[in-house]
């Protein structure tokens, strides 16, 4: 009888109904955080297609530098004397010009995408792969004719080659067990050491 009259009494003052409203609203505010936290970490599909058109041309122009700039770092560490030959100035310039393509990071930055959080977070990945391999191929020019480490520039590469697998397998919503292999450190060399042709040949 007593624990009764103490309960009345509680839900008479108010205070448990007082409980309850406050469990009540912070059940409603945590279901609509998570429900907002959720739909931020997807893409709708009519977002997905606007973005495709958008980018469809330039990502097939990202793709390509990647593969010709790793292909020339792989030339010259077999043969740093390649750097001098007309072929490899010519595939530098064709990676000039799949950058171009592609889109300056400035211009990528004013480009009108599909307002959805995500897909600013991809395309600013992209935007930062173009810029690490601008980075590549200007350190692999710049230290070609010393003979020494283009180290710098094989990490520049392999950051851009992972953010542009991470984006493309999230525009072109690719299903696949395989992981993305995360990005390789490579050895320095002195000036005019010649590193193990065995390490750096593709796989």
């Known amino acids: ?20 409203m406050f469990i009540k609203n912070s059940l409603v505010v945590f279901f609509s955080l998570f429900f907002i936290v959720s739909c931020e970490g997807k893409i709708s599909q009519n977002d997905l297609d606007k973005y495709k058109s958008i980018m469809d041309v330039r990502l097939g122009h990202l793709g390509n530098a990647i593969i010709i700039q790793g292909r020339l770092l792989d030339a010259f560490n077999l043969r740093n004397d390649r750097s001098d030959e007309d072929h490899f100035k ?19 930055e004013k480009l009108k995408i599909p307002n959805s959080a995500k897909l600013r977070q ?12 601008i980075s590549a191929s200007n350190a692999l ?11 710098f520039a094989e990490r520049n590469l392999e950051k851009a080659r992972v953010n542009f697998q991470k984006a493309v397998k999230v525009v072109y919503d690719i299903q696949l067990d395989k992981k993305i292999k995360p990005v390789m450190e490579y050895d320095e060399y002195e000036v005019g050491e010649q590193p193990n042709e065995g390490d750096k040949l593709v796989e």
């Open 1 to 20: 009888m007593a624990n009764e009259k103490e309960t009345r009494f509680v839900f008479n003052n108010g205070y448990g109904k007082s409980v309850i």
């Open 90 to 108: 010519e595939a530098e310039e064709l990676v000039k010009g799949h950058l171009e393509s592609f889109g300056r990071p400035d211009d990528l």
């Open 122 to 133: 991809v395309h600013n990945s992209l935007i930062e792969a173009s810029e690490y391999l």
């Open 141 to 151: 020019e710049d230290n070609a004719w010393l003979g020494g480490s283009v180290s």
